[in-house]
């Protein structure tokens, strides 16, 4: 009833936002749980613009194009979508953030050095 999946979404909506907060292991979920506290926190520091909450339901949404994905459950994905808008917006120097650029393009490595190493693109685990 909580979980996303492709055939049934329409008839269960909410499960584009409730998936995010199941996890297929206990260790996962606490790790991402602690990595959204800290951005959080982040984002409360920097006063991010409220309409950057999007990137939580239009990660989820983008699930809709790739119907060979059966079912979701992860926050991974809205966390990653979450700390590339505080990178656009660090990057423009849309937050009063002394060093503004350089913060973006450390935290934009980072994030591009995660993916790379978990090279979730070549053994997505959703779809085994």
Sequence with gaps: MLTWQAMDWQSL??????TVWL???MPHLIDNQIALGALAALVWIVRQPRLCTLAWPLTTLTLIWWPQIGYSVRLS???HAGVL???????LKRMAVPKARRWGGLLALAVLAKLVLEQG????VVWS
């Design 85 to 91: 808008v505080l990178v656009v917006h660090l990057l």
């Design 13 to 18: 909506p909410w499960t584009l936002l409730t």
């Design 77 to 79: 994905g809205v966390l």
């Design 121 to 124: 693109r070549a053994y997505p």
């Design 23 to 25: 996890h297929m292991n």
